[in-house]
């Protein structure tokens, strides 16, 4: 997703900084218009102030190495970044048959994820927004293609949270525009369909084979509310509805 969000925000007439952790990466970035530079949470050194000389940073990255992010935060301490958008993920709620809301902090599964969110809040509570997306779906990330040929697809009962790209890079512009920080933010469609329901639509739409479904134990899941996003934000979804997403693996 950061390659799209980093272009929405150049069409929209800011000046982005995108990093990589390749340097055959920079020439696409450069070709959006963004400020391309090589970040490698994994090994940060004090050569990533110049990266942090903006207001606002929106980390999007899929590492779990709570200590490369500790060694952020410091940075960012010492830099002059304003606010922090950090995308995290509804993964870390237990999987319970409950509606789950950003209140429920009693039901949070242990992780790095929570960690670094921490860090973050530690940070500045105030000018620090979380967003927990669903699983992310769109464009190249078809969900027809989610399960290989033999796989079982476990608990077919549990309903699905999950969220299109469009949407993700909607509700993070949305935040930067209105300034909503100090939050935590759940975001997934209004629909939660079954995963039976669900997968086998998306992989009839592809015309592969049905996957096959764990039937000794259906299961049920956790239902992430959406409420609170919308709501603040004002936000209508452009996806609200999964069961009526035609899916375009274009770009």
């Known amino acids: 997703m950061g390659f799209p969000l980093a272009r ?24 959006i218009g963004a400020d391309p530079f090589i970040v490698n949470i994994d090994l940060l050194t004090s050569n990533v102030q110049n990266f ?11 590492s779990k ?15 002059e970044i304003e606010n922090v958008l950090y995308v995290s993920s509804t993964s870390v709620y237990e999987n319970i048959d409950k509606t789950i809301t950003e209140s429920d902090s009693g039901f949070y599964s242990p992780g790095p994820l929570l960690d670094i969110e921490d860090l973050f809040k530690h940070w500045g509570s105030d000018r620090t927004t979380i967003v927990r997306f669903g699983g992310l779906i769109g464009y190249r990330r078809h969900p027809g293609r989610f399960f290989r040929p033999g796989r079982i697809v476990q608990n077919p009962e549990s ?38 329901e669900f997968y086998t639509r998306a992989v009839d739409s592809i015309g592969a084979g049905l996957p ?16 609170k996003v919308k709501q603040l934000l004002n936000y209508k979804f452009k996806y609200p509805d999964l069961m009526k997403i035609e899916f375009d693996e274009s770009t």
């Open 8 to 31: 929405h925000f150049v069409k929209a007439g800011n000046v982005v900084k995108a990093s990589t952790t390749s340097e055959s990466r920079m020439s696409d970035l450069k070709s």
């Open 52 to 62: 942090l000389q903006a207001n606002i940073l929106i980390i999007n990255i899929p």
């Open 65 to 79: 190495n709570v200590a490369g992010f500790r060694h952020l935060v410091d940075q960012i301490g010492a830099s």
């Open 159 to 196: 309903p699905v949270n999950l969220i299109h790209r469009d949407d993700c890079i909607g509700i993070i512009s949305r935040i930067v525009e209105q300034k909503v920080w100090g939050e935590v933010l759940n975001c997934c469609a209004d629909t939660h369909p079954t995963k039976r």
């Open 212 to 227: 096959e479904f764990e039937e000794l134990n259906p299961g049920s899941g956790k239902l992430i509310s959406n409420k």
